[in-house]
């Protein structure tokens, strides 16, 4: 899937840039030119982010978000972001006296877009995981959570554990990029897995029935449980053993100053009104 980041009136690529056909080049030396701009780029991209002396002089603070996460960071019916990590965004943003422009990224590209400076942190649903502590800055922790199974309400009641989900007569749904497909791949074995682009069509697919379930974060399956009753079901109340967890925010470990001064706002906030709000347990 070719990422796309996006500001509110303009749509570039992951790269920033498109590419052209010369007809004037040999086939190989195409392929040479092509490969060794590709190399500059990823050097050039990857090598630093802003630091934080340079976002201030913008006046600007770019937060990626995949925008397809509830109650995190979603788009409702007019296309608008919304959610919990998108108030967040703004009051962080108010606090450093900074705007706050939203970065449309997709999970499977998070990291790459990232490192390549599309934006200065990543927000909206990211789950603190080993590999990205390595290769990341990962702020104190923002939600406490753990993974669940979100079912159709019909298929919820025989769906209550991990054993009864991995079964061949079971429809798992999940998208890619993400712990649930990590969850899924490192678990599901017998069960019927239906591989699909985005957490949108996840859901659309329990609506529809075509799908079972999905394994999600309790965040996420408190909210359309809440949201859309007698349609989503939680079918494990309690997280599957071993995926307690923590939501973060990320930047580049290039920025220290950055995530210093995330960490001492999320350590001055009180955030149970906006958990009340978009109803996030804990």
Same mark, same amino acid.
């Given at each position: 899937?070719?990422?796309?980041a996006?500001?509110?009136?303009?749509?570039?690529? #992951?790269? =920033?840039?498109? =590419?052209?056909?010369?007809?004037?080049?040999?086939? +190989?030396?195409?392929r040479?030119?092509?490969? &060794?701009a590709?190399t500059l780029?990823?050097?050039t991209?990857?090598?630093?982010?802003?630091?934080?002396?340079?976002?201030e002089?913008?006046g600007?603070?770019?937060?990626?978000?995949? =925008?397809?996460?509830?109650?995190l960071? %979603?788009?409702?019916?007019?296309g608008e972001?919304?959610? !919990?990590?998108?108030?967040?965004?703004r009051?962080?943003?108010?606090?450093?006296g900074?705007k *706050?422009? %939203? *970065?449309?990224?997709?999970?499977?590209?998070l990291?790459?877009? &990232?490192?390549a400076?599309?934006?200065?942190i #990543?927000?909206?649903?990211?789950?603190?995981?080993?590999?990205? #502590?390595?290769?990341?800055?990962?702020?104190?922790?923002?939600?406490?959570n753990?993974?669940?199974?979100?079912?159709?309400?019909r298929?919820?009641?025989?769906?209550?554990? &991990?054993?009864? @989900?991995?079964?061949?007569?079971?429809?798992v @749904?999940?998208?890619?990029? +993400?712990?649930?497909?990590? %969850? *899924?791949?490192?678990?599901?074995?017998?069960?019927?897995? @239906?591989?699909?682009?985005?957490?949108?069509?996840?859901?659309?697919? /329990?609506?529809?029935k075509?799908?079972?379930?999905m394994?999600?974060? /309790?965040?996420?399956g408190? !909210?359309?449980?809440?949201?859309?009753? +007698?349609v %989503?079901?939680?079918?494990?109340?309690t997280?599957?053993? =071993?995926?307690a967890?923590?939501k973060? !925010?990320?930047?580049?470990?290039?920025?220290?100053? /950055?995530?210093?001064?995330?960490?001492?706002?999320?350590?001055?906030?009180?955030?149970? *009104? &906006?958990?009340?709000?978009?109803?996030?347990?804990?």
């Amino acid at each position: 899937m070719n990422a796309t980041a996006r500001t509110a009136d303009t749509v570039t690529d #992951a790269a =920033g840039h498109s =590419g052209m056909k010369n007809d004037n080049f040999k086939d +190989g030396e195409m392929r040479l030119t092509v490969g &060794l701009a590709l190399t500059l780029a990823i050097m050039t991209c990857g090598a630093r982010a802003r630091d934080m002396q340079s976002i201030e002089h913008s006046g600007e603070l770019k937060v990626g978000v995949p =925008g397809d996460y509830a109650p995190l960071a %979603f788009r409702n019916a007019a296309g608008e972001l919304q959610g !919990y990590d998108v108030d967040m965004a703004r009051d962080l943003g108010r606090t450093l006296g900074l705007k *706050v422009s %939203f *970065v449309y990224t997709s999970w499977p590209a998070l990291a790459a877009d &990232l490192q390549a400076d599309k934006f200065d942190i #990543a927000m909206g649903g990211v789950t603190e995981t080993p590999a990205r #502590a390595q290769a990341f800055a990962l702020s104190h922790p923002v939600v406490a959570n753990g993974k669940i199974a979100l079912a159709n309400c019909r298929a919820a009641p025989r769906l209550g554990s &991990l054993e009864k @989900i991995d079964r061949p007569d079971v429809k798992v @749904i999940v998208n890619p990029g +993400g712990t649930n497909q990590s %969850f *899924v791949d490192e678990h599901i074995k017998q069960a019927q897995i @239906i591989r699909v682009q985005n957490n949108v069509d996840n859901l659309q697919a /329990l609506r529809q029935k075509t799908a079972d379930m999905m394994v999600t974060d /309790l965040i996420e399956g408190d !909210y359309y449980q809440s949201k859309e009753p +007698g349609v %989503f079901c939680v079918a494990n109340e309690t997280p599957f053993a =071993g995926t307690a967890s923590n939501k973060v !925010y990320m930047m580049s470990k290039d920025n220290p100053a /950055l995530l210093e001064k995330v960490n001492q706002w999320l350590d001055s906030r009180d955030k149970e *009104v &906006l958990k009340r709000k978009w109803k996030i347990r804990g």
